[in-house]
């Protein structure tokens, strides 16, 4: 009886010790599966900052904002980094009449037939009485004092662009092939929204609600005559040509084709250092962009001013390429398409926003 307690004792603490072990070891999970790893998560990659290559300065952002705010009439401005990804405007995609900015798209078009080899800048160029257009035209002078003269195709270069005299303009028109030929250069090169009106006399008369006689451009005849047609004739005129410009542009297309040009994406190597050289040398509208271009940029520009009827001005434009002295490049462009404010008014806006565009550059 002993001997079967001690048996069974035996056995009791035999059982009772594998629980306890048992218990006290870690259980041991079976998994096919890779265990898990635990880190801090990988921090987010910040955006990287945008250089003044690629966006413009806010602050200029905004500054060009609010002096096309407060600016009487229709406005359209635009800035285009040519060295660079960004623009930025106002009614940029509008179209708005050139005038005189036009100009450039002639010179460009006689240059490209150069270029191709069906012209030359020495080709001579008659120009006689029948031959002068209206408002500013410095060659009349001389072709009514000669009855008629013989110029070069670079001088009339140099007249039509650094001086923006009509008939010099008219005459290059004439030797290019014509406004079809401005049109047909300007779609080659896909310029966008820009516009060829049918040259100064009939694009000038037809804003003034008259017909285009010849003798009208002797002297001051078309001012004489104009004076005498009747102003609503005048205004609906004026309003027509305003609401669909025929020789509209857009400021976008225009600071796009100042881009190609300051690229040389359209014309040769000589006649694009020669164009821009013409530029530089021009003498209409000192006090507009220009005179808000600090000393040490280099500035080129185009200048375009149209009709005025009452207290409201037309097409008072400069479009130009400023070049930083770090050789940063930017195109600008400010057309007023109407607009009741002051000449010294004007002057002071298209100051500003080169004043501007100068103060945030960034190399």
Same mark, same amino acid.
């Given at each position: ?6 048996i069974?004792i ?23 599966s ?18 003044? !290559? ?7 952002? !905004? ?13 359209g ?10 623009e ?13 900015v ?13 270029d ?19 408002f ?16 070069t ?8 662009l650094?001086?923006?005299?009509n ?9 290019a092939?014509?406004?079809e030929?401005?049109r047909?250069?300007?779609?080659k090169?896909?310029?966008?929204k820009i ?8 694009l000038?008369s037809g804003?003034?609600g008259?017909?285009?006689k ?10 004489a ?55 530089k !040398?021009?003498?209409s ?18 200048t375009?001013?149209?009709?005025v009827?009452?207290p ?16 940063? !490049?930017?195109?600008?462009?400010v ?9 010294p ?7 500003a ?11």
């Amino acid at each position: 009886m002993i001997q079967f307690r001690h048996i069974l004792i035996l056995l009791l603490t035999t059982v009772l010790s594998a629980c306890v072990s048992a218990s006290s070891r870690p259980a041991v999970e079976q998994s096919n599966s890779p265990p898990l790893v635990y880190q801090n998560p990988a921090p987010s990659n910040p955006p990287r900052a945008q250089t003044s !290559r690629e966006r413009p300065d806010p602050a200029l952002v !905004r500054e060009i904002a609010d002096l096309w705010r407060s600016f009487p009439g229709k406005t359209g401005i635009a800035v285009r980094r040519i060295d660079g990804e960004w623009e930025f405007g106002h009614r940029m995609d509008q179209y708005f009449p050139q005038q005189s900015v036009s100009k450039l798209w002639v010179a460009l078009t006689m240059l490209d037939k150069i270029d191709r080899g069906q012209a030359s800048l020495s080709d001579p160029i008659r120009i006689s009485k029948e031959d002068l257009t209206v408002f500013h035209q410095p060659m009349a002078v001389e072709v009514e004092k000669n009855g008629a003269v013989v110029k070069t195709v670079y001088t009339l270069l140099e007249k039509a662009l650094a001086s923006s005299d009509n008939t010099a303009n008219d005459s290059l028109l004439r030797h290019a092939g014509g406004p079809e030929a401005v049109r047909k250069f300007i779609a080659k090169n896909d310029l966008g929204k820009i516009r060829f009106g049918p040259g100064e006399r009939l694009l000038q008369s037809g804003i003034a609600g008259m017909e285009w006689k010849q003798n009208l451009s002797y002297r001051r005849t078309f001012y004489a005559a104009r004076a005498k047609v009747p102003v609503e004739r005048r205004r609906q005129a004026l309003d027509a040509y305003l609401a669909d410009p025929v020789d509209g542009a857009s400021p976008q297309a225009i600071v796009h084709a100042l881009d190609k040009l300051a690229r040389g994406k359209l014309l040769s190597e000589n006649s694009t250092r020669l164009v821009q050289s013409i530029l530089k !040398r021009t003498r209409s509208g000192p006090n507009r962009l220009k005179a808000g271009v600090p000393a040490g940029w280099e500035f080129l520009h185009k200048t375009g001013t149209g009709q005025v009827l009452g207290p409201v001005a037309t097409g008072y434009n400069d479009v130009g390429i400023m070049t930083a002295p770090d050789g940063t !490049r930017y195109a600008v462009a400010v057309m007023l398409g109407d607009t009741t404010a002051s000449i010294p008014e004007r002057m002071r806006l298209m100051q500003a926003v080169a004043r501007a565009v100068a103060r945030y550059h960034r190399g």
